[in-house]
């Protein structure tokens, strides 16, 4: 699989899916920022791959300007960009307030606006420049409980398409919506057994996935292996997806009688 050689920027790069992301491009030869809130992740992450840690808040369109220059200047021509940096709630659709409502929007939304609007004309000037923005199984298919991030993920993939088409044939720009996927976030819930248990039996490939699979999709649609795919979200989620909840149960039931 080869890969183009211009720098990547990791929005969220501190932690999970995209320290991980950090990590498989630089072994892939890629010089990587790793942009974060948090300056103390950043760093350890920027160090372990060779990288460069900036600091930046997406939601602040201002200082994701600063940071898209600074990478420039820093690791020359900026040829990828990854919109991995989020944040998400759970409680009833009505008990949310407007200020987590805000939150979630501005950073799920307007941060991966924010990047791409700002990283646009160092990606249209270089050839082979791509882009995966990250959503989430839940702006394909609602879950319970997160009524504000499903409708910002949702976004995002529309996001997505915008820009892919009116980039092409400059710039390719992908998502992907993982399902769970383990990550310190999470690491609470996934290692409690029985928590565990009925999320892997859920999923057709009875496991929850990791962040170093995530990256590696990502990484492959950075690269040039990925040449002819624009405007698409990839599914990363198991099968999970697959079943139907009204139909699957019942007509399990009577596969088992005649197996």
């Known amino acids: 699989m ?24 630089a072994e892939a030869g890629r010089r990587v920022a ?6 103390d992740g950043a760093a350890v992450v920027a160090k372990e791959i060779d990288g460069f840690a900036i600091v930046a808040d997406v939601a602040d369109h201002q200082a994701i300007d600063h940071a898209i220059a600074l990478v420039a200047k820093e690791l020359g021509p900026i040829q990828g960009l990854v ?16 200020a987590e409502v805000d939150l979630i929007w501005r950073v799920n939304v307007a941060g991966t606006y ?20 990250l959503a989430s199984v839940s702006g394909v298919r609602p879950t319970r ?14 996001l997505t398409r915008s820009a892919a088409l009116e980039w092409a044939p400059d710039v390719r720009v992908n998502c992907v919506s993982p399902g769970f996927v383990r990550t310190p976030l999470n690491e609470m819930l996934v290692s409690e057994d029985s ?11 009875k496991r929850v996935g990791t962040a170093e699979e995530t990256a590696g999709v990502i990484a492959f649609l950075l690269s040039d292996a990925a040449a002819y795919m624009t405007g698409q979200n990839l599914i990363l989620d ?21 197996s």
């Open 2 to 25: 080869s890969s183009p050689v211009g720098a990547v920027v990791v929005t969220g790069g501190a932690s999970g899916i995209g320290a991980a992301t950090c990590r498989v491009l």
């Open 34 to 39: 790793v942009l974060d809130r948090n300056a």
């Open 83 to 98: 919109n991995n940096a989020g944040v998400g709630n759970l409680k009833p659709l009505e008990a949310y307030t407007p």
């Open 114 to 133: 924010n990047c791409l609007r700002s990283a646009a004309p160092h990606l249209r000037a270089r050839p082979g420049a791509a882009v995966v923005n």
């Open 145 to 158: 409980g997160e009524a504000p991030y499903s409708a910002a993920k949702a976004a995002t993939i529309a």
């Open 195 to 205: 928590a565990r248990e009925a999320l892997e039996d859920r999923t057709p490939l």
């Open 238 to 258: 198991g099968g999970s997806m697959l079943p139907s909840e009204q139909m699957d149960p019942a007509l399990g039931a009577l596969l088992e009688l005649f």
